[in-house]
């Protein structure tokens, strides 16, 4: 029985209560019909109450994508930049999340916070707080945003005329104007309309993840525990996979083509993987 107790009053249930929630919604936006899936459904002008495979897996990157932030934050604001040179020396300074928890734990009269800690930063808090907010920031508008055409939108002057301005993508069973790709990094289609916020959002990526691991990957090295230098890993992957996914963009852009088009005439002409590649860069 006091075994039970100890459980039950332990750390570990406080961080399971705190967190069960987050993760069943996950769970429900990925598999269920929470409003935040039907919401995008009707939003980008596919059939809701869908769960095509395609779908599910656009929405399992975004899940992992939103807890990826989650633990970035979480490693350099309450552990990471305590111990690295040039750092701040308290894991409350310059911390939003310890201010809004400040904030609602002082309510209803907000007497005892502490907001001078907010404005406490060093050189390295505000540009990690700046990249990760505008990755984060942009993400989002990618995620959210609306490529796909209604019935009764307007695809532009002249648009009438060319017959491969309006492309239907399969998954997200909707029409896509000027479709470039559909990606599932971001679970939606890219096109004329959110082409220049998915290049913002891979540029601010880059910036994001390059810096952590300029800054941190002494620290993980030399003193991380095996799962921060499993997280390290996976930056150090997405930063790779991010890297590679701007450069091919770049590269379509000063030939003027779209993935679409390059992945068209790739498969049309049966080409390698090198004389693609030398096709792309030459």
């Not at 929470?34 to 459904?41: H, K, P, Q, R, T």
């Amino acid at each position: 029985m006091k075994t039970v107790e100890e459980v039950l009053t332990s750390w570990g249930a406080v961080y399971v209560a705190l967190f069960l929630p987050a993760v069943l919604l996950l769970a429900n936006f990925v598999f269920g019909k929470c409003f935040v899936s039907e919401a995008l459904s009707r939003a980008q002008h596919s059939p809701q109450c869908v769960h095509t495979r395609s779908r599910i897996v656009g929405r399992a990157h975004v899940a992992l994508v939103a807890l990826s932030f989650v633990w970035q934050f979480y490693v350099v604001m309450f552990v990471a930049r305590v111990r690295v040179v040039g750092g701040n020396d308290s894991t409350y300074a310059c911390n939003p999340a310890f201010f809004l928890w400040d904030v609602v734990d002082s309510l209803p009269w907000l007497g005892d916070v502490h907001a001078d800690l907010l404005f406490q930063c060093s050189a390295s808090d505000i540009a990690y707080l700046v990249s990760v907010t505008l990755f984060a920031s942009l993400y989002a508008a990618c995620v959210f945003s609306v490529p796909q055409l209604s019935h009764s939108d307007p695809v532009g002057e002249g648009a009438s005329a060319q017959a491969s301005a309006v492309s239907h993508c399969r998954q997200c069973d909707a029409d896509v104007f000027q479709k470039d790709h559909h990606c599932y990094f971001i679970c939606n289609c890219v096109g004329k309309r959110n082409k220049r916020v998915f290049i913002l959002c891979l540029i601010a990526g880059v910036v994001n993840l390059s810096y952590l691991l300029y800054n941190y990957m002494v620290w993980v090295l030399t003193e991380g525990d095996a799962l921060t230098n499993l997280g390290a890993l996976l930056v150090l992957s997405l930063d790779a996979f991010l890297v590679s996914l701007l450069c091919f963009q770049v590269l379509l852009w000063r030939r003027g083509w779209s993935t679409r088009e390059f992945l068209k005439t790739r498969r049309r002409n049966k080409e390698s993987f090198c004389r693609s590649a030398r096709r792309l860069l030459f």
